[in-house]
């Protein structure tokens, strides 16, 4: 099986701009959960999508948004980038069942640079 | 909120030896812990995942421990390799809702 795929890997953005960053999760996963990691503040819980529904939400302001397709595809935006957004963000997906007890399956990350 | 702590914040060892990495957790009531490795810039790996019912998990090399009672959770490597040279990260599952809770992570350094 395929594992997590995050798109684009890099990205350089200016002050102001938005971003949108795409994850797919491992096939027949339909829960994405979505982590900023930063040297200061370690890994943040962002948000959480469970068939199309954010079922959880971490404390970020609403410049930071997310959705889910019907295929488990999930992507989120950052709206009026600031120099703080500058990140590694993560997306996990898993496969959301008993049996697994919700094991998360990690992406290699976009690496957000702001300018 | 559940806050993880992971002590020490950086370890070298030498090649060979066994060695213990912790985790701590201040809420007692979670679903389930994982650990997971994370090599520079890359993204984590899932290494061994303990469901709150269970005491320990066991994969090659790597066993993991978990006392909810003591809110600490230990990660043991036996005859380490530089290969493991990584950071490791304890992440506490409050509500089995997928919202980890992540430690800050411990720098392991396996000197050849």
């Known amino acids: 099986k395929a594992g997590v795929t995050q798109t684009p890997r890099y990205l350089i953005k200016t002050r102001g701009q938005q971003v949108t960053l795409s994850c797919s999760p491992i096939?027949?996963?339909?829960?994405v959960s979505w982590y900023q990691q930063t040297p200061g503040q370690g890994l943040q819980f962002l948000f959480e999508?469970?068939?199309?529904?954010?079922?959880n939400k971490g404390n970020f302001p609403g410049r930071f948004s997310g959705r889910q397709f019907s295929n488990s595809r999930s992507e989120m935006n950052v709206s009026t980038l600031e120099l703080g957004d500058s990140a590694l963000y993560l997306c996990?997906?898993?496969?959301?069942?008993?049996?697994?007890?919700?094991?998360?399956?990690f992406g290699p990350g976009t690496r957000l640079t702001v300018l | 909120k559940q806050e993880v702590t992971q002590i020490p914040a950086a370890l070298s060892v030498p090649e060979g030896e066994n060695l213990v990495l912790n985790c701590s957790f201040t809420?007692?009531?979670?679903?389930?812990l994982q650990w997971f490795r994370q090599d520079p810039g890359k993204g984590l790996t899932s290494l061994l995942l303990?469901?709150?019912?269970?005491r320990e998990q066991t994969s090659g090399r790597l066993n993991a421990s978990l006392d909810k009672s003591s809110g600490r959770s230990t990660l043991y490597i036996a005859a380490s390799q530089p290969g493991d040279s990584a950071t490791y990260l304890c992440?506490?599952?409050?509500?089995?809702?997928?919202?980890?809770?992540f430690g800050t992570g411990t720098r392991l350094t396996v000197i050849p």
């Open positions: 996990a997906s898993s496969p959301f069942s008993l049996s697994s007890y919700n094991e998360q399956f």
């Open positions: 096939s027949g996963h339909r829960s």
């Open positions: 999508y469970f068939s199309e529904t954010q079922r």
């Open positions: 809420d007692s009531a979670i679903y389930n």
């Open positions: 303990i469901q709150s019912s269970q």
């Open positions: 992440a506490a599952d409050q509500t089995g809702a997928n919202n980890l809770f």
